[in-house]
């Protein structure tokens, strides 16, 4: 915090109308937007005078989004990791906060920069902020036609914060009631009013002014404002250590924390933010419970009201959640909190048994623990309402066919979804370790015996295969074509719209079921048992002993493969601008790992983005 008189009054001109009704997203992670030096950029369609005018006085608060999530790196110094001064000055009833740190505390600078050192233009992090200055220099520059520079314009009075919150969700659905507000850390007030008024003067926008609290507010007018059906009056002013860009109402909400009654003051942003600790680049919170109350009230506004949920989905969601970015060892890792929901069980975590039973071949897996038994628990809460209960006793019934609900999930244990490569071809199915090997053969048995019945003279054979011992069974659709025409009442029988036949197989073993599309992701799933697969690369061990070994849930996205892949997909007319212009960027993502872990009080997650080098 700065030792300016937080009721000090400033002579400042008007502000650019921020946009209020976007959503805010996460911080996300900076790479992509300013590793891009030499980068080029589309020229802009001309535009008349004033929708020109327009355009630069959104470009000036874009620009401040955009140095915000580029993570602008331009200082030489860190400080001490604490809260920032945009979140004291953040209004306590907001019920959306994100921020960006772009003061980069403690020792994240330097994390950063071997991040970064993946990307063109940085290899050598010495010269990290030299490179990112003049990075961050040519996207300012672009994107307000040479007008604005990011070191001769912004930095000076920049002082490396931006967040942007949103207040209560309105009752109404007039989009002038939204509450919105962009802060912005400031060294120096009289420079970021300079910029404000040079800003404005070449938008061509009108400004009012009234004092409230001793704090001069400028309300702002955008030229061409018969433009709009239902203008949104934007406002800015400058107090304390900050400069707020947003709605009247919530800068006088940001006016009235004084820097010491803000969000930080609320008990449960207090709980949240508390669950995470450490210096970060961004920060995401969400009042998720006000939210939703909120999203009810303006839809009844609207006239169209939100459906009642059924009673089974009350205290089924966290009633909030947190997100907090930073550069560790060379990756982006995203930590996440939200409190444990009861209904959903009790808390549960082991070391993924899914991934071992995977090809090392696998691109993408999405896996969780203890599947059938959270199946379970929910049919048991469907059961128990009483808008639900005649329709699960209904479905109860129609399985009693196949040994009822416990016959199709119960012997469900781990499960994942998979999906491998071989070359140029993907394929992918499920894979599960049944708790009741016998079970499973029941029920997979029966189904095989329905199939073969009713594709007699329908296009459908089944057929079965020993494959080590196991038995493979693959059922053939012909004519996939004519069948979806049929069903939809149109045609499909084009070569273009889908295969003329699709194979599904299944194989069912002591240690795994697995069930995919084509017979050979079955056979790669079976020839893994006891020999190479995912979990044994050093890749995926690597990044899983960054994330947590021992997890709820476990997502895997091998991003060079899959670029890899697709790369094979590009015309050859567009090859050449893609290699030079997006290739290198991309090519510097490696793979991302994510983890959840359910705890009694509070459930975890960790999400780690690595790039190549690292």
Known sequence: MTDQDPTQRYEAPPAAEPAPTEP????????????????????????????????????????????????????????????????????????????????????????????????????????????????????????????????ADIEPWFGGQVSMSIGPLPSTADPTQVRALV???????????????????????????????????????????????????GAYALFGPVIALGDPASIKAAIDTKGTGGLPTHDQFAAASGSVSGDRLGFLY??????????????????????ELPAMFDDLSAPWVVMAVRAEDGAIVVDTRQPHVDKLGPAAASESKVAALVPASTVFLATGHDVGAGLERLRALAADDPELADGVKQ??????????????????????LAITRDGDELAGGLVITPTDRAAAGRLLTQLRGFLALAGQG?????????????????????????????????????????????VIAYAVSDEVVTIGYTADFVKAVLDTRGGESLATTDRFKGMLDRADKVHGSLSWVDVAAIRDLVEGMIPDEERGEYDADVKPYLAAFDAIIATSVPGDDLDTGTIVMRVVGQ
């Open 458 to 502: 329908a296009g459908i054979t089944v057929t079965d295969e020993d494959h080590g011992g196991t038995t493979i069974t693959s059922i053939t659709i012909e004519n996939v074509g004519d069948l979806l025409g049929a069903a939809t009442g149109g045609s499909l029988d084009g070569p273009d719209d889908v295969p003329d036949s699709i």
């Open 286 to 307: 969400l009042n998720a419970a006000a939210i939703a109350q909120g999203a009810q009230g303006l839809a009844g506004d609207t006239g169209a009201s939100m459906p």
């Open 183 to 233: 802060l912005a850390s400031v060294k120096d007030a009289a420079k970021a009013g300079a910029w404000a008024e040079a800003l404005l003067t070449e938008a061509g926008a009108t400004a009012s002014t009234e004092t409230y609290e001793g704090i001069e507010i400028t309300t702002v007018t955008p030229p061409d404002v018969e433009a709009f059906a239902r203008p949104v009056t």
């Open 395 to 416: 479905l109860e019934d129609s399985l009693a066919l196949v040994g009822g609900v416990d016959a199709l999930i119960g012997w469900i244990g781990d499960a994942g």
């Open 24 to 151: 805010p997203v996460p911080p996300a992670p900076p790479e992509p937007v300013v590793a891009a030096p030499t980068a080029p950029v589309a020229t802009p369609r001309p535009a008349g005078p004033g929708r020109s005018r327009l355009r630069w006085l959104v470009a000036g608060i874009v620009t401040l989004l955009v140095v915000g999530t580029a993570a602008g790196a331009t200082f030489l110094l860190t400080r001490d990791a604490g809260d920032p001064d945009v979140l004291a000055w953040t209004p306590a009833d907001s019920v959306v906060y994100t921020e960006a740190r772009l003061d980069l505390p403690g020792g994240q600078q330097a994390e950063l920069a071997k991040v970064m050192s993946a990307f063109p233009g940085f290899d050598d992090q010495a010269a990290f902020p030299t490179k990112l200055a003049e990075a961050l220099d040519q996207l300012v520059k672009r994107a307000s036609d040479d007008k604005m520079g990011y070191q």
